[in-house]
């Protein structure tokens, strides 16, 4: 039943896009260099975010984003005419020069954006990638056809803040002229970046230019201006055949040449691929290359320790939610299983009172441990790992660490996460924290508090202690393996309260605070959400068959798009169509509707326990093939609209999104849901 939608030139858009200065500008492009660090901007060359850029560098890795160099205004001289390539808008509404109107073509080579102008007869080529683990950018342009001599001139529009804000002059910044180049020195405190052109005169004539408007920034109902400093500018001639890059870099250290960091991004991309089915369709492979982009270095002390993995560009750091959601498709989907080792064990080393970090601040400060799922997501990754790479070394030397874990989720930890022993089921939640995936706080106001007993939380919890008991067998622990089986055999039978036998589907939370009370004065929350989708699709499930199908057949009906699921069906109270507006209204719909592309992934594996139909199951996925070619060009978006058109939102380029999709097109076409789904009910096995 493949729908067969995808085609090798799907990501090469045209004139009619090009061209179109709001498609231009609506679409865009990422490029990152394993350290956090990353370039970003739209096709048009017009920046539309404070978080665009051609060297946003990660000072602290993988976090201390600086935006250093936030973009390159090109002009080219040839035959007499004066060709601008580059775009800006102003706060008075200018727009001004239009340069995206010489854009032929753009397309993606692997992971590289590339641009094709053409300026009469004459084709130029740009490209733009980053040197893996370094903060240094490349800027290549290469002359394809010209009857003639073109002049060149690159304007560097520069500057140095934190990535979240906006800078404005004007303030002195430091420029002293090198070779082929010059050196930015923005503060005493600050890290000095360097940008040189090979066989380019640099022209000093400091300037500062004001009032940039960043669109996207006043759609999002933030500030939305910025000033920038143009050190001068670099000139040169090409002929055509030949050749130059610009080089923007924060290392010490001489960069190489662009050939050699072309050739070896593209060797890896290859070896990538390579694992892939050779039958594998255009969209699929442009995902496993996206996958790279959120595999990052930790940093210590100046050096890496251990592999993590960045949730989402441009403004996420390393979550521990999103990492053990990402990491069977990012890596031990692809046989990546060395770097899924070192995140497991990255990840391991910063457990502290049986719980997994949700989030790695900025700037260094102590972790923040306030989720009750990412824990719970772990014993998941860990498992796969095992199962996937037939290796039970991993699960053997983290065992401890998973018994440790069990043992404070019974008697309790942080936030009242804590079983309760009347059932065997996991409760958390305090007033004023959000411990769910569904984590929006705006101010003390928590969105969907979900204090209680969550229905994907005790899912995991049930598939937690069902790994737990699997593999204390395998290890020879008789006596722990016997008090997991009593432990998920309670789950299972105690599960049974989430049934809301009016409706057939799952209640979202109970013994909670919020919802109708039942029988014995415990409060259900009947309110229809995807998460009880993990009940069916997680490896070991608490449902018998007859729920499983009703659970996704409601969610088919009520909560599937094309491009994932509704976080809220439309016919419940506070449903939000549309993710729009300031900060306090966007937060407010974030999970109050708004489809989440990463749960599809869980959709799929759920339809296909049900169903048994791959083709069908995976048709689910292709629509997710055509937004490759919409917002980050080769990526997927964090999150859309709730309604028609379905326009994207968030995060252009999210982790758990490339993954999730990546991750179910391939299990479904190798069989993997087969050997990795426990289809035995009422046994308490893990398999």
Known sequence: MSLNVMNETHLHLGRGVCGNFEQAVEREWLVTNGMGGYASGTVGDLNTRRYHGLLMAALTPPAGRTLLVAKMDVTVRYGGKTYPLFCNEF???????????????????????VWHYALADALIEKRVLMAPGQN??????????????????????????????HSHGDWDMHISEIRNG???????????????????????????????????????????????????????????????????????????????????????????????????????RQLALATEQFIVDRYHDGRPTGKTLIAGYPWFGDWGRDTMIALPGLT????RFDMAASILRTFAAHINEGMLPNRFPDHGEMPEYNTVDATLWYFNAV?????????????????????????????????????????????????????????????????????????????????????????????????LAGEYCKATAQVRSSFQRFWNDEQSYLYDVIDGPEGVSDSDERKLDSRLRPNQIFAVSLPNSPLNKKQQKAVVDVCARELLTSNGLRSLAPDQHGYVPYYRGNPLQRDAAYHQGTVWAWLIGPFVDAHYR??????????????????????????????????????????FAQAWSVSEVLRAWLDLNDGAHNRLMNTSIGKGKSR
């Open 383 to 479: 498992d796969q790992y095992t199962r996937r790479s037939g290796d039970i070394t991993l699960a053997k030397a983290l065992y401890p660490v998973l018994v440790d874990i069990i043992a404070y989720h019974r008697k309790g930890t942080r936030y009242g996460i804590k079983v309760d022993v009347r059932d065997g089921l996991l409760a958390a939640g305090e007033e004023g924290t959000q411990l769910t995936w569904m984590d929006a706080k705006i101010g003390d106001w928590v969105v969907t508090p979900r204090i209680g007993k969550a229905v994907e939380v005790n899912a995991l919890w049930y598939n937690a202690l069902a790994i737990m008991a699997d593999l204390s067998k395998q290890l020879g622990r008789k006596k």
């Open 182 to 284: 010059f050196k930015a020195h923005a503060s005493q405190s600050a890290r000095s970046y360097r940008i040189i052109c090979n066989g380019a005169k640099f022209i000093a004539d400091p300037a500062w230019y004001w009032n940039f408007k960043h669109r996207v920034e006043t759609v999002r109902g933030m500030d939305d201006s910025e000033d920038l400093f143009c050190p001068g500018r670099f000139t040169l001639t090409l002929d055509e055949g030949r050749d130059t890059t610009c080089v923007m870099s924060a290392e010490s250290t001489a960069p190489k040449k662009f050939a050699v960091i072309s050739a070896q991004i593209h060797e890896s991309s290859q070896a990538l691929l390579a694992v892939l089915p050779a039958d594998a369709p255009h969209w699929i």
């Open 136 to 165: 240094t950018t490349y800027l290549h342009f290469r002359i394809l056809r010209a009857s003639d001599t073109l002049e060149l001139e690159l304007k560097p529009l520069c500057t140095y803040r934190d990535y979240h804000s």
């Open 610 to 651: 049900v169903y048994r139909d791959a083709d069908k199951a995976r048709s689910f996925l292709e629509p997710l093939g055509l937004h490759l070619g919409e917002a980050c060009v080769g990526s997927v978006s964090e999150i859309f609209d709730a309604e028609s058109p379905f326009a994207p939102r968030g995060c």
């Open 332 to 335: 031990l989907a692809l046989k």
């Open 91 to 113: 706060v008075d509404g200018t727009v001004t020069p239009h340069g995206y109107l010489h854009l032929e073509t753009f397309f993606m080579d692997g992971t590289v954006p």
